[in-house]
């Protein structure tokens, strides 16, 4: 594995976006974390922001994206229903699908690839509150 991106809305958890980019780095794996907000900072959920590595559509094209192995979703009930109401999230989860590339998600977040359709036919957990 390459490259793995994890995007970042505003109201996301901070410990199920930050403990895997942290332990992904450890491990020697190119991790970029990606603002779907328009702007680098992104506010956590619990008040810590977080500037992230790049700016979806700004630093970075949806369609630059798909050099990586995973995407990656963190949770939380505001983040998560901004990863699921934004159009370019939508359309690079489906692109990584089709590539037979990693979808993963924490907590709530796997409902975002469930509302695609991406989780027919396969096993997944989501919590949602």
């Known amino acids: 594995m390459s490259k793995v991106y994890v995007l970042l809305a ?5 410990i199920e976006a930050l403990t895997p980019v942290d332990i ?23 008040g810590i922001i977080v500037e992230a590595d790049k700016v ?8 630059r994206m798909t050099d990586a192995d995973m995407l990656v979703l963190p949770g939380g009930g505001k983040g998560t229903e901004t990863l699921a109401a934004n159009v370019e999230v939508a359309e690079l989860a489906r692109a990584f699908d089709r590539d037979g ?6 907590c709530a977040a796997p409902s975002v690839y469930g509302r695609l359709g991406l ?4 096993k997944a957990t989501c919590s949602m509150i």
């Open 10 to 14: 505003d109201g996301f958890e901070e």
């Open 24 to 46: 992904l780095r450890r491990a020697g794996m190119e991790t970029v974390t990606v603002s779907i907000m328009g702007r680098k900072s992104v506010n956590g959920s619990h």
């Open 56 to 63: 979806l559509g700004t630093d970075i094209t949806r369609d």
């Open 101 to 106: 590339k990693y979808l993963a998600a924490i």
């Open 119 to 122: 989780l027919s036919g396969k």
